[in-house]
């Protein structure tokens, strides 16, 4: 929880300050700040994937892999424009989540009304309620069985046992999503094999013909505006 504390408190600021912080280190005082220093930067290394598991990137970078996949396309956009998109993508889902999280916690926190122990209860809370209002019920009641807490509502469940939950609900509905976008393409890959078979053509490869009707569909619907804002109306931010 202290690193969660540490992460949560510097992205908050670097993101929404108007100037980042001046950091200063002073390793005069003994070995044991040499040890904590080492092991935050050992630490703050896990950082982006616990950031990027409390937020929308993994539902997004799921999906659009699995379109991707779907249309038959190996590299096409390439990994490094999907997470891009995605990032992105994720920044404007919850800009309003890390602007209520720096005006409640970060904010305060860097101009000194109030102690770090305060600053992460009050930056957390409005994300907090973006992971319970995203998290299937099951899926929560699972995670906090698992974890043998005793617990009278949703508002009592820990952080660590949100977390978790919130991120297996995000991959069974991005399966979800992938599935139903997936099966379009399934069938015009179906119809273009039945079709080829027919004609006895064996050796011309059906991707080949099927590959330039599904980009075809896919921008004639204009697909990536449609695929995006669907899942960004999927979230209740």
Known sequence: MIFLKIVILTLLALINAEQAPQLQINLGQGTSTVIKLLGLITLLSFGPAIIMSMTTFTRI????????????????PPNLVLIGISLFITGAI???????SYTQGVKPYLEGTIDEVTAFNQAVEPLR????????????????SLSKLEVKGP?????HV?????????????FAIGFFVAL???????????VLASMSMITLPPIAISLPIKLMLFVAVDGWRLLIGALANGFNV
Do not use: K
């Open 61 to 76: 970078i799921i999906v659009l892999g699995l379109v991707r996949t779907s249309l038959g396309l190996q590299g096409a």
């Open 129 to 144: 309620a973006f992971l319970l209002a995203n998290t299937r019920q099951n899926d929560l009641e699972f995670f906090v």
């Open 155 to 159: 508002e009592e469940v820990p952080l």
């Open 162 to 174: 949100i977390v978790p939950a919130f991120v297996v609900s995000e991959l069974t509905t991005a």
């Open 94 to 100: 919850m800009s309003s989540v890390f602007n209520q």
């Open 184 to 194: 379009p393409f399934l069938i015009v890959d179906i119809i273009v094999a039945s």
